[in-house]
């Protein structure tokens, strides 16, 4: 995230209020220590633009949401962080992951799309 931040750093006055930033992080990245502090310190780091931070999700590990996931989640949630499930259905996540945490963008893989589309029966799934 600093590192970001620091590339990013000389294009802050030209970013445009509600310019969008997506992060992907892993369940091992939220369930380090610092987590939300290192989220709130790079959120910091736009001194006031009004940029809206997107946290990613990937599925490169299992997505287990117990309680410290979930709550550390909702806090950055409710400082302004949006939570996107990246690449849904290309990994671990199945649809029982959707009603345990309240996700603003679910990002469907184009691969998982592609396979659904090309077939007659699973297509019939997304046109219910």
Not at 6 to 26: E, V
Not at 51 to 59: A, G
Not at 106 to 116: A, H, L, N, P, T
Request: negative net charge.
């Amino acid at each position: 995230m600093a590192q970001v931040n620091a590339q990013m750093r000389p294009l802050f006055s030209k970013l445009p209020d509600g310019f969008h930033i997506g992060l992907n992080i892993s369940v091992s990245h939220i369930n380090a220590p610092s987590f939300i502090d290192d989220c709130l310190h790079y959120q910091r780091g736009f001194e006031g633009k009004a940029v809206k931070l997107m946290l990613e999700i990937t599925e490169q590990e299992p997505l287990l949401l117990n309680d410290a996931v979930v709550d550390k989640l909702n806090t950055l949630h409710s400082r302004g962080f949006s939570i996107a499930l990246d690449d849904f259905g290309t990994g671990y996540s199945g649809l029982s992951c959707l009603h345990e945490l309240i996700f603003d963008y679910i990002k469907i893989d184009q691969s998982f799309v592609g396979r659904v589309t090309g077939r007659r029966r699973q297509a019939s799934c997304w046109t219910a």
